[in-house]
């Protein structure tokens, strides 16, 4: 059972009062309203209409808000369980606008409906994949999840309305005093305070741009013109679909999967103090929800739906990890969908604000990528699949006129960092599994230097199966001193120690074979007066050491030769 963190306010399985509930459910909406920027742009980059803007982004509301209510079921074959909203994916963005210019609104649905079907097809072969998706592969794309956004957030950040004058800079102003605010209330408050940093944050951005002009007339206009209850789906334009869009279509599923499996390890790994690895089964649920989402978002009218990194790392900062607050978001966003003028509040937020808060929730994104990362011993090998996959995906931001002569059929990989980097570290990690074992052999010597190179064989080799370091560590010092125990006292009458180690992700097994006494391993240790002159008790002594060093320990003969088995749970 999940082991809740110190330091979660509001764990997994907490119910905060619904007063509590609400304010941060509204908080994450906040958060999740600024992804309606996607359907918005797609609308008028295509010469739409604005009812077909309002239409879309009503739309997108109401899948995301079944989506998280979805993601948010604690029991049966949908959902992860996790607080793990949904938004607007940018990983559709590509193929949504070549659709879009080639069949209108209609081509965009049918293909996003067929996006979500792939990925709920795809979700059934996930838990066989696990060898695919390595925490160092896991924990790359979680990061690259917040390195994505830099871009995205720095733009807004530092926009600024020309039509103001007061300042030339007024716009990066509101938005450091934006993220000044939310960080402050994060680090030096507690309670209310830090559940509320991001929404106090926002909301005090928010003023400030209407004192400083940043919200201008038209905006305040546009928001009381939208009626307070509508049926915008009785305007579905219907399907429409194109066999040449399928393989952009693939790509971007194809990185929109691999963005949720970072985002639910994310939750794995924050809601268990004593998490080690990802529960494929787990992720496998959480696809198909993702799936079933777009699905639904491509039927009713919406755009391509994700889970939202952005919301799971304000969950971190904030400490409120639980469920229900992905109910409250959900009923929120359904609600939201059927009230224009409520969903017309967020669509004219001020970049700035929105850029200081991407900036504040993505912090926690990339540190928790890097925690990942750093989770397993990493040898060159996987050296090379992160540093290498890390340095495609900036380069797809620092330098993207080295991509743009490429064929059409490929270009979408290289559309966002994340896909990038994301498809490299995937490709990688399979080219340099090659020849890779999972069990190792080795002869050590039965003289004092054995303890050494057993230590260096062992850490070698965990460092080659990208094993936890602490498991290793543990095993390492039992294996030392099982290793010293038999040279030191003299137990290998003849030839040497032969050292077997395996590694099956669950566990680290070792077995030492050799010709001579058997170990004895006895319950509780010899009395201490009897440990400096008694030989017999030193050796009692070790053997009793090396039985709390593992989690599993057996001896057996087998003929003229002696085993020692140990396990360590990994």
């Known amino acids: 059972m999940p082991q809740k963190p110190a330091n979660v306010i509001f764990g997994l399985d907490d119910k905060p009062p619904l007063g509590t509930t609400a304010f941060l459910g509204f908080q994450h909406v906040c958060l999740v309203a600024i992804s309606l920027v996607f359907p918005a742009l797609l609308i008028y980059e295509t010469g739409g209409s604005p009812e077909q803007a309002d239409f879309m982004i009503d739309m ?3 899948a995301g808000g079944l989506g998280a209510i979805l993601q948010s079921l604690p029991r049966g074959p949908v959902g992860c369980g996790y607080f793990c909203p949904q938004l607007c994916g940018p990983s559709f963005w590509a193929a949504s606008l070549a659709a879009a210019k080639l069949g209108g609104l209609p081509l965009v649905l049918g293909m996003t409906a067929v996006a979500g079907l792939i990925e709920s097809i795809f979700s059934r072969f996930m838990h066989k994949l696990r060898g ?41 102003l509101i938005g450091l005093f934006t993220l000044g605010v939310m960080i402050a209330l994060n680090i030096w408050t507690k309670g209310n305070l ?18 400083s002009g940043l919200v201008h007339q038209e905006h305040m206009l546009h928001v009381g013109q939208q009626p307070w209850i509508d049926l915008p789906v009785l305007d579905h334009p219907g399907l429409a679909f194109d066999c040449s869009l399928i393989l952009p279509l693939v790509v971007a599923t194809l990185c929109s999967t691999l963005k949720t499996v970072g985002d639910i390890t994310t939750c794995q790994k924050i809601n268990d103090e004593q998490w080690k690895r ?5 992720i496998k649920k959480g696809i198909l929800a993702d799936g079933l989402t777009c699905l639904t978002a491509g039927v009713v ?26 109910v409250a978001v959900g ?25 200081g808060t991407l900036l504040f929730a993505m912090s926690f994104m990339v540190v928790a990528g890097v925690q990942i990362i750093t989770s397993r011993m990493l040898d060159s090998r996987k050296t090379f699949v992160v540093g290498l996959s890390l340095i495609i995906g900036l380069s797809v931001d620092i330098t ?25 570290a995937v490709f990688l990690n399979l080219v340099f599994r090659l020849g890779l074992r999972k069990s190792a052999q080795t002869e050590l010597p039965a003289t004092a230097q054995a303890q050494g190179e057993a230590v260096a064989f062992l850490k070698r080799q965990g460092a080659a199966w990208g094993a936890r370091a602490e498991v290793i560590n543990r095993a390492a010092a039992g294996l030392s001193e099982l290793v010293e125990l038999l040279t030191l006292h003299g137990m290998v009458r003849q030839g040497g120690i032969d050292v077997q180690a395996s590694f099956d992700e669950l566990s680290v097994s070792l077995k030492l074979s ?43 003969r087998r003929g003229e030769i002696n085993e020692v088995r140990l396990r360590w749970e990994h």
């Open 60 to 62: 997108s509301l109401l």
């Open 132 to 172: 695919l998706f390595p925490p160092e592969v896991i924990g790359l794309i979680v990061a690259l999840v917040g390195i994505t956004v830099i871009r995205t957030a720095m733009n807004s950040l530092t926009a600024s309305d020309p039509q103001a004058e007061a300042f030339a800079h007024h716009g990066l």
């Open 194 to 211: 830090r559940l509320f940093c991001s929404l106090i944050g926002m909301a005090a951005g928010y003023g400030l741009s209407i004192a």
């Open 278 to 282: 990802p529960d494929m089964t787990n």
């Open 301 to 326: 009218g919406g755009f391509g739906q994700s889970t939202s990194s952005s919301n799971i790392g304000l969950s971190i900062a904030t400490g409120a990890t639980s469920r229900v607050i992905g």
């Open 331 to 355: 009923a929120i966003m359904i609600v939201m969908s059927l009230c224009p003028k409520l969903a017309a509040v967020f669509t004219v937020m001020p970049r700035p604000v929105m850029g």
């Open 400 to 424: 993207p006129q080295v991509y743009e002569g490429l064929p059409e059929a490929i270009r979408p990989i290289f559309g966002s960092s994340l896909s990038a980097g994301a498809i490299c």
């Open 514 to 556: 050799y010709a001579g006494q058997a170990v004895e391993l006895p319950p509780a240790p010899p009395e201490a007066s009897t440990i400096l002159e008694d030989q017999l008790a030193q050796r009692r002594l070790g053997g009793f050491l090396i039985g709390k060093y593992a989690d599993q320990v057996e001896v057996a």
